[in-house]
């Protein structure tokens, strides 16, 4: 089992940049995929970022394409999210995932055998 932990959310206005980040407690621990995902009230779990640590690749969902910027921190156990522009529909639970399991379709959580707690973003008009 692979401890994760997010960290960097917060309260925003809309148009706010928030950054988060996602650590594997074990400091050796490496992966070539992660994944961002989020869940508000009411709403099913999405998908909105992933990267594959391999070669850099990234993968974005459609709400967030343009705004959010995926990417691994100087350690290899970290992933952050960078968030810009932010809107009241950004809020939500967002949680870190990782360890490959196929990686078939990177922004679903079939992809993924880890997964942290989540840090609640919350974006005011």
């Known amino acids: 089992q692979v401890e994760l932990v997010e960290s960097g959310g917060d309260s925003v206005r809309a148009g706010g940049s928030l950054r988060l980040s996602c650590s594997a407690a074990e400091p050796r621990f490496t992966s070539s995929c992660w994944g961002w995902f989020r869940q508000a009230p009411g709403k099913e779990r999405e998908g909105i970022a992933s990267i594959y640590t391999v070669d850099g690749t990234t993968y974005y969902a459609d709400s967030v394409k343009g705004r959010f910027t995926v990417s691994q921190g100087n350690a290899k156990n970290t992933v952050s999210l960078e968030m810009n522009n932010l809107e009241p529909e950004d809020t939500a639970i967002y949680s870190c995932?990782?360890?490959?399991?196929?990686?078939?379709?990177?922004?679903?959580?079939?992809?993924?055998?880890?997964w942290g707690q989540g840090t609640q973003v919350t974006v005011s008009s």
């Open positions: 995932a990782t360890g490959c399991r196929g990686y078939s379709m990177p922004l679903s959580a079939t992809s993924y055998a880890y």
